[in-house]
């Protein structure tokens, strides 16, 4: 039987049969859980090879960078083609840390920035070159690095 007009669990007329004092405990935790991350996350901060890297192994959703050496004389880096597969590796750009502010300071450290986003294999080639068109690879004091990076 009902009993002014509550149906048969009981409660307060107006207010939900579950008890509300349950939802403030359950988002403090799940907010807990997320400043967590948050946290873990900025402190450990992608993964960075060195150019001796020639295996790199991440998995999906990896961020990582490539740490560049440092070059002089106008020569920069470039990605060489054949560019790695789009469907395993994405480009995120590139960053720059700098040790001390210049002059006293130390030459820039360059990085590229990618992205895993499938399971494969690939093939990162990098060219420091002056010119960086076609033929780059055979000017004066062009280098290349080689990177081999699985996905799991």
């Known amino acids: 039987m009902e009993k002014n007009g509550q149906g048969s669990k009981g409660g307060i007329p107006g207010r939900p049969a579950w008890d509300s004092r349950l939802l403030v ?11 967590v991350y948050s946290v873990i996350s900025q402190l450990t901060g992608p993964m960075v090879f060195g150019p001796r890297s020639a295996e790199i192994v991440v998995s999906v959703g990896d961020h990582f960078s490539v740490q560049l050496p440092r070059t ?15 469907a395993v590796l994405r480009p995120a750009g590139g960053h720059v840390r700098t040790g001390a502010p210049p002059p006293a300071g130390p030459t820039p450290t360059r ?17 420091r070159c002056r010119e960086c068109g076609p033929g780059a690879a055979e000017e004066p004091g062009a280098r290349s690095l080689n990177f081999r990076i699985t996905v799991g």
């Not at 405990?25 to 400043?35: K, Q, R, S, T």
Request: proline fraction near 9%; glycine fraction near 6%.
């Open 25 to 35: 405990p359950a988002v403090a935790i799940a907010a807990l859980l997320i400043a």
């Open 72 to 86: 002089a004389g106008g020569a920069r880096w470039a990605v060489a083609a054949p560019a790695p597969d789009p």
């Open 111 to 127: 990085y590229l920035d990618f992205v895993a986003v499938a399971a494969g294999r690939t093939d990162l080639r990098l060219l």
